[in-house]
């Protein structure tokens, strides 16, 4: 089955570039999107195909994808952006969806 | 603008079947524009797409779990639903309804959510 490889943590200062690496071989041809999820809440869509930012969400976050990774930048990024960021792509049959595994970010 | 509720029992015996609606309000579940799904996160884990369901009649399910899951809809009563068989202890989780936009109609590539509800807790004991 199709699988998308993140990994499982990143930490980084305030102010600071995080940088959310997933890796998918469909990702060449599939877009990926991006969703934070704060401890006990449900997701909230953060980039979606591959670069595009959903309106209320903040500047510094952003989004690219080159060759088989996609990544999540969060440029400057601010305590309250600590969370649990999964990538979430489908697979080249366009009939089966999957999220990546997580990686908790940390900003500290 | 859409809402999403889901509701079912939050305690199910092992080899029962699980039982959830997702209730919509702000729109019909049959709207071409739209579609919906169903993801869990087990406690302390990360997110499993399940299945999306589009106009009450395209279905798509997670290959593993083809064997026990179904999702439908009730147009009379704008709900979704999700029904897990023969469940065990591993489908012990938070269940989400989630929704998203169609914009080429069951052209499922550049289907994702936008919408979520806030999910619901489903222990599997005895």
């Known amino acids: 089955s199709y699988e998308l490889t993140q990994p499982p943590s990143v930490s980084v200062s305030p102010g600071q570039t995080a940088r959310i690496t997933c890796s998918g071989d469909a990702l060449p041809k599939k877009y990926a999107y991006w969703y934070q999820q704060k401890s006990g809440q449900a997701p909230v869509l953060v980039i979606y195909?591959?670069?595009r930012r959903p309106s209320g969400i903040p500047e510094r976050f952003s989004g690219s994808s080159s060759g088989t990774v996609a990544t999540l930048t969060i440029s400057g990024a601010q305590v309250e952006d600590e969370a649990d960021y999964y990538c979430y792509s489908t697979d080249s049959s366009d009939n089966h969806w999957v999220f990546g595994g997580g990686t908790k970010l940390t900003v500290l | 603008q859409l809402q999403l509720q889901e509701s079912g029992p939050g305690l199910v015996k092992p080899s029962e079947t699980l039982s959830l609606t997702c209730t919509v309000s702000?729109?019909?579940?049959?709207?071409?524009?739209?579609?919906w799904g169903w993801i869990r996160q087990p406690p302390g884990k990360g997110l499993e797409w399940l299945g999306n369901?589009?106009?009450?009649?395209?279905?798509y399910y997670k290959s593993s779990l083809k064997s026990r899951l179904t999702i439908s809809g009730d147009t009379s009563k704008n709900q979704v639903s999700l029904k897990l068989n023969s469940v065990t202890a591993a489908d012990s989780a938070v269940y989400f309804c989630?929704?998203?936009?169609?914009?080429?109609?069951?052209?499922?590539?550049?289907?994702?959510?936008?919408?979520w509800g806030r999910g619901t807790l489903v222990t599997v004991s005895s």
């Open positions: 989630a929704s998203g936009q169609a914009p080429y109609g069951d052209n499922s590539e550049f289907w994702y959510f936008d919408l």
């Open positions: 195909e591959d670069r």
């Open positions: 702000g729109g019909p579940i049959d709207d071409s524009h739209y579609y």
């Open positions: 369901i589009y106009e009450s009649r395209s279905t």
